[in-house]
């Protein structure tokens, strides 16, 4: 199984993107963890965000795998507990799904990505820094797989 988690990223603070690839590193090749950046259109003062938004999307499209289950990460979507994420991983294994989680830029999601995910997931009622997202959603994954795995990480 990998996962691909596509953001929509300015440049990231060291801090993050060594915690984000603490825990990408510790996932086995049997549970991988991808990370496709894609950088954010220029936001000036008169910017028309709309449309910023609907070409940022247009990029994220592009970089789906067509095969891959697809799932959007917004604020809006299903609040899961991490055994729940885990449940989801285990089914999603168990299918032979790969999966891609889209995460958008400061506006979120475009509506044709939103519309294109099968699932919508939300890490909080709380809005994070899209930024942080990534190391969020990494730990995360890595903590499901140790909970499949019987590992104490999980307490």
Not at 11 to 32: D, F, H, M, N, V
Not at 95 to 100: A, E, L
């Amino acid at each position: 199984m990998k996962f691909r988690l596509l953001t929509i990223t300015h440049k990231t603070p060291a801090w993050i993107q060594e915690g984000y690839e603490e825990y990408a590193k510790r996932l086995p090749a049997s549970c991988a963890l991808e990370l496709v950046e894609i950088p954010a259109e220029k936001r000036t003062a008169n910017a028309d965000l709309k449309r910023i938004m609907e070409r940022e999307g247009e990029k994220m499209l592009s970089r789906i795998m067509p095969d891959h289950l697809v799932i959007a990460l917004d604020v809006k979507g299903k609040m899961w507990t991490t055994e729940q994420l885990a449940a989801h991983v285990a089914e999603w294994q168990q299918q032979g799904s790969n999966v891609d989680l889209l995460v958008g830029g400061p506006e979120g999601l475009s509506p044709a990505c939103l519309q294109k995910a099968k699932l919508s997931w939300s890490l909080s009622p709380l809005t994070f820094p899209h930024i942080i997202v990534k190391l969020i959603v990494a730990e995360q994954i890595y903590r499901a797989h140790t909970i499949l795995n019987g590992h104490p990480y999980h307490r």
